[in-house]
């Protein structure tokens, strides 16, 4: 049998970070008391009118730009009509065969479209215990009805999910550094759905697809997306069909459920919507927009590899997670002596490490280290004031307490011995602490050198530096 080859195409849904609705002046607001901010549009009154958001454009036009679209000089909205609790119009506005961006590329996917439409309200389900009638119920949240979203559709380029995954963040670290959006998976401001099928490697056709719901970390994509394409492996090795349909993911077990067989575009029943106007920017609308774009992360990794000289996956780390990327620049923005190489080693090492430790997520400024400390510490390692070991030291006590490299220094004694007296007498000290080592490094093997810079170490607490300990011994030995 021939090996079967995963085609993978995400869509993504983004809720702009406008200050109102897409089509009416209510509020944004995540987390506000339900059903506060709503108006007669966003709950579909009979008779009135819907209004454009103009930032929404201007945000749909930046993050056209920025994936390399073809604005269109005319987009269009249409109806796509369905009956859900969750949409009170009984049509949800969205753009449908003339959108306001397409054919672009971000990285080595390429972008079919990218339209503007509203989000549907939120549908909150409650248990049998929960307080609602006490026999369970279904709630309506309209505050989020109404609010401007982008769907970003992409043509099936991905070929596993680790790249599905890997994509998505480079995707989201655009987004994020446009402006445009929270991006926040958790809260749902950014929502990857995947789209699976298999085929023969080789093949040019595509099989069919399912459609996978409910991923709201990057964790959960690449999971979600690696068990369907084991779950399609296995049906087609044993001579079963995939059926098209859309999967709901369940983070607690890793599971997935059919949520709904697929409709099709003629269930919808799409049509022009009447009340709205097509959206023609100007052209002073669009320079503008290609005006605000920032350097995004794409060009940043490329930035730090030729200009910085990082090694790949520091740079891409850095580049595609803006929370870690702005404290680096923050970090090299003070100057010190170090190289951005050192920096960068701290950052993406010890004080991402220390993150995990604390429980406090992906976002550096969420812990007590200042990055003019950060870069302060590696200017100190790099200039052998204190030893690597020692910096690690430091690292910790920054992220956990806070406070500058050099006060750690100070308080925990760490500063390297300089005084050569007193680093001659520690390296005396360690041979006669280790004279079988002694002998045969004597006697020409220099593999046991080792153990006498150990102890070196070990009694100096770090304070010597290892090549300088390991110079001396040799010396001292012949
Ligand atoms: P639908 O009509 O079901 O919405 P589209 O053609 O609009 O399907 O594509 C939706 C998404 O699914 C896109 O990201 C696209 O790249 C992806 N896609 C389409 N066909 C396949 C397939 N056979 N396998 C994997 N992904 C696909
Ligand atoms: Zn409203
Ligand atoms: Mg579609």
Redesign the pocket.
């Known amino acids: 049998m021939t090996a079967l080859e995963p085609?993978?195409?995400?869509?993504i849904h983004v809720q702009l970070a406008t200050e109102t609705k897409m089509f009416c002046g209510c509020r944004l607001s995540f987390g506000d008391e339900p059903n506060s901010h709503i108006c007669p549009v966003c709950l579909g009154h009979p008779g009135v009118l819907p209004n454009v958001n103009e930032q929404a454009i201007v945000y749909a036009l930046m993050i056209g730009e920025a994936l390399g679209c073809e604005i269109a000089e005319r987009s269009t909205f249409h109806r796509k009509n369905y009956f859900y609790p969750d949409l009170p119009k009984g049509y949800q506005i969205s753009q449908y065969d003339h959108p306001i961006a397409v054919d672009g590329r971000l990285g080595d996917v390429r972008v079919?479209r990218a339209h503007l439409e509203e989000d549907a309200a939120k549908l909150s389900h409650k248990g049998a215990s929960g307080r609602i009638h006490g026999s369970g119920a279904s709630v309506v949240d309209f505050n989020r009805g109404g609010t401007p979203l982008v769907e970003i559709?992409?043509?099936?380029d991905i070929r596993s999910a680790a790249q599905a995954r890997e994509w998505a963040q480079l995707l989201r670290a655009t987004l994020a550094s446009l402006g445009v959006s929270d991006c926040n998976m958790e809260e749902g401001s950014l929502r990857v759905d995947g789209?699976?099928?298999l085929r023969p490697a080789g093949s040019d056709e595509?099989?069919t697809?399912t459609e996978l719901k409910n991923m709201n970390s990057f964790r959960f994509l690449e999971r979600g997306i690696e068990a369907e394409i084991e779950r399609q492996r296995e049906l087609i090795e044993s001579g079963q069909e995939v059926e098209q349909e859309t999967l709901h993911f369940h983070p607690d077990d890793g599971s997935l459920t059919p949520m709904r067989s697929?409709e099709y575009?003629h269930d919808y029943r799409y049509f022009p919507e009447p009340d709205l106007v097509p959206v023609v920017p100007t052209a002073e609308m669009r320079e503008a927009a290609r005006a605000a774009l920032p350097e995004l992360p794409a060009a940043r990794k490329e930035r730090y590899l030729t200009e910085l000289d990082l090694p790949e996956a520091t740079a891409a780390s850095l580049a595609f997670q803006p929370e870690l990327g702005g404290f680096f620049e923050d970090a090299l923005a003070a100057n010190s002596d170090a190289t951005p190489r050192a920096i960068a080693n701290w950052v993406t090492g010890d004080l991402v490490a220390a993150l995990r430790e604390q429980d406090l997520g992906e976002d550096p400024y969420r812990s007590k280290a200042e990055p003019r400390e950060i870069a302060a510490l590696a200017a100190m390692v790099e200039g052998k004031q204190v030893s690597h070991s020692a910096g690690k030291q430091i690292l910790a006590k920054l992220a956990a307490e806070g406070g500058t490299a050099a006060g750690v220094v100070e308080s925990e004694g760490l500063a390297q011995i300089s005084d050569d007296s007193e680093i001659d007498a520690m390296i005396d000290a360690a041979i006669e602490s280790e004279p079988e080592a002694a002998d045969q490094v004597r006697s020409g093997n220099e593999k046991a050198i080792g153990r006498i810079v150990g102890a070196a170490m070990k009694n100096s607490q770090g304070r010597i530096d290892g090549g300088l300990a390991r110079e001396k011994i040799l010396e001292r030995l012949g």
């Open positions: 085609v993978i195409g995400l869509e079919h559709v992409s043509e099936p789209n699976v099928s595509l099989g697809k697929k575009a």
